[in-house]
């Protein structure tokens, strides 16, 4: 069992893709009222290594050794994958042992004003920042940030860093109705994704009921009206998970231990991490599939969102 890498997960926008996670849970600049990881614990800005890169090679070593290759290496997981201060030397390492399997990096981008983490990221392929408001008040109610941090910054950054990347850039924006689908945030969104000028804009929404009371998901026609105003030539909705059988390659036994958990007992995402020792992450690709295919349902109560199974086991 490795601590630091999870899956292969079945990624709806990467495919069969092994998660690299450099932050515990849960570390990160922002704190998403939205977020799946759940409530951040360590609210920064502070680059650190905060899991030792020795670690996590050793961990990549036993794992080249002994299974195939993913489509893609992806760093994300637990919390803001940019705040470890060696995820450039991390990345340098899978490109140097599989220069064959694509570098994604799924982060916030929020600390790309700083140059050393611009440049860090260099060497990856696919780099996918979040960016969910510009206006500042949508910015500080949507994503909660951590003290200092500008919506300013986070467009100036990105600005910075998509004129030296080489690689790929798909920006993802996440819409909450009552959180950042104003007039005035979809305007200076279009703004600001104008003047970033990424390869693809994805809009997401929460597939499930959210964590805090009053958030709900938008819905397909508001996407398609954010669209309209946004007015970028390649944008995309992504909010729906893939189903089973638009999965290449998929796990039958972590399906199997996750429907046999929640047959015994409803379950959090974070009870079935603790029971079956899966990543947060791993669970919730997975929780996102089922729930495709119609196989668990989803309530909302007071310790978190719950998962049962639908109908005989
Ligand atoms: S940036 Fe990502 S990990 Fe951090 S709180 Fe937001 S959704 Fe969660």
Redesign the pocket.
Known sequence: MYKYLFGPVPSRRLGMSLGIDLVPR?V?????V????GE?TKLTLERNEYILYDKVVAELKHYFDNNPDPYYFTFSGS??PTLNSRIGEVIDFVKERKPNVKVAVLT?GTIFSNPDVRNTLLNADLVLP?LDAVDEDAFQKI?RPAKGLTAKDCVDGLVKFIKDFKGIVWLEIFILPGYNDSEENLLKLKEAVHEINPDLVQLNTLDRPGTIDGLFPASIEELEEVIKVIDFPNTKIIARAPKRKEQKSYRQDAESAIIGTIARRPCTAQDLSDILGMHISEVNKYLDVLEADGKIQVTRQERGVFYSVVGPV
């Open positions: 849960k990160c600049s922002l704190d998403c939205y977020c799946e990881v951040t919390g803001e916030n979040s994503n």
